[in-house]
């Protein structure tokens, strides 16, 4: 078991100099257009090969950088499968196969909004291969017609149950249902692990499910018109620490106020606190995955850490710069951008 990491190791050896270290982010910050972000990024081996490319398609525009940040990804992921062997392997499977998942969903509001869409530059795992024909789905004049193609893959257990004739909704089930069978697949792959990389990776994937499930519930209970029971139905299964009775009482509280308030008492109460809302946002649930999960994988060794450690940096790392581009959209100054940035170094 130990030799199966040696290789996979010594690339992400490599592949993590382009990691982003305190001066490169204050180099970032000092910048005032989106275009000066990209230049300095050229000579990152991370987006180097993607910058060349995505600069025939108007790299300067905010969608695109956002998406080349993001190929970014499935391209370093795809790589590293010939890294890992045997379970393991799977498990890296099933993380590509979530990009999957959002390019289905992008597919399918594409459809629901009679808008057509350049997959290869609109979508992250075109050319890959993948489950499901991009170009066939694409075609489809009504979801309820791509549905039908989604039955005869491994998309079907997302869309098995539905039979909502509300077109808009639909589309929102299905959303709801492939988030849901993403961690029931990774739960299933996981569990074929050995118990060193079991326990890393739950960590990881349980403590992601418990801030998912606290955002869609305290959303859910401000903005959504739906009974308790639908809110639990789409709540995602396997938490860490959000799970059972816990969770039945946050679904069942009256109010979003009201779930806030059974949050202060327990562990996640750093997430309200720096909210500064009643809500939690995405950036508040990544610090926090970062700071229980990011800071102890360093403890590991030659395990699936190494691996996991380097995939987190990355997710977060990209996540920091497309806010960075974001921001400069509204001139923000370096220190107000700081602050809604992802503490990684």
């Not at 893959?153 to 539905?162: E, G, Q, Y």
């Not at 990776?201 to 403590?207: A, E, F």
Request: hydrophobic share 35%.
């Amino acid at each position: 078991m130990k030799d199966n990491f040696n290789a996979i190791n010594a690339k992400i050896g490599v592949l993590r100099k382009g990691i982003l270290k305190k001066n490169d982010y204050e180099n970032i910050l000092s910048f005032s257009k989106r275009e000066e972000i990209i230049d300095y990024l050229k000579n990152n081996p991370l987006y180097k090969d993607n910058i060349d490319y995505y600069e025939e398609e108007n790299i300067k525009n905010r969608y695109m950088t956002e998406f080349m940040i993001h190929k970014t990804e499935t391209k370093i992921l795809n790589k590293l499968k010939y890294f890992l062997f045997g379970n393991e392997k799977d498990v890296l499977e099933i993380m590509l196969l979530r990009y999957e998942f959002e390019d289905i969903k992008i597919i399918l509001r594409s459809i629901v909004e009679k808008e057509k869409i350049n997959l290869k530059t609109e979508t992250l795992m075109y050319g890959f291969s993948n489950h499901v024909d991009y170009d066939e789905l694409s075609k489809c004049d009504s979801i309820h017609s791509a549905l039908e193609i989604l039955k005869n893959t491994c998309f079907r257990k997302a869309i098995l149950s539905l039979n909502d004739d509300d077109i808009l909704k639909l589309h929102f089930h299905v959303e709801m249902n492939l988030d849901s069978l993403y961690f029931l697949l990774m739960q299933k792959a996981t569990s074929k692990l050995s118990k060193i990389s079991k326990n890393i990776l739950n960590s990881y994937y349980s403590s992601m499910i418990d801030t998912m499930n606290l955002q869609w519930i305290i959303r859910a209970k401000k903005f959504y018109n739906l009974s308790n029971e639908e809110i639990y139905n789409y709540c995602l299964r396997f938490g860490r620490y959000i799970k059972g009775d816990f969770l039945k009482s946050l679904v069942y509280s009256e109010t979003s106020a009201e779930v806030i308030e059974k949050i202060k008492n327990t562990r996640f109460k750093r997430i309200i606190d720096s909210s500064n809302s009643d809500l939690v946002s995405y950036r508040d649930m990544q610090a926090y995955i970062f700071d229980t999960q990011l800071r102890k994988l360093k403890s590991y060794e030659n395990t699936i850490s190494t691996f996991l450690k380097f995939v987190i940096s990355l997710f977060v790392q990209n996540e920091n710069i497309t806010r960075i581009a974001e921001a400069k959209k509204y001139n923000l100054s370096k220190e107000e951008i700081k602050k809604y940035l992802i503490k990684t170094y």
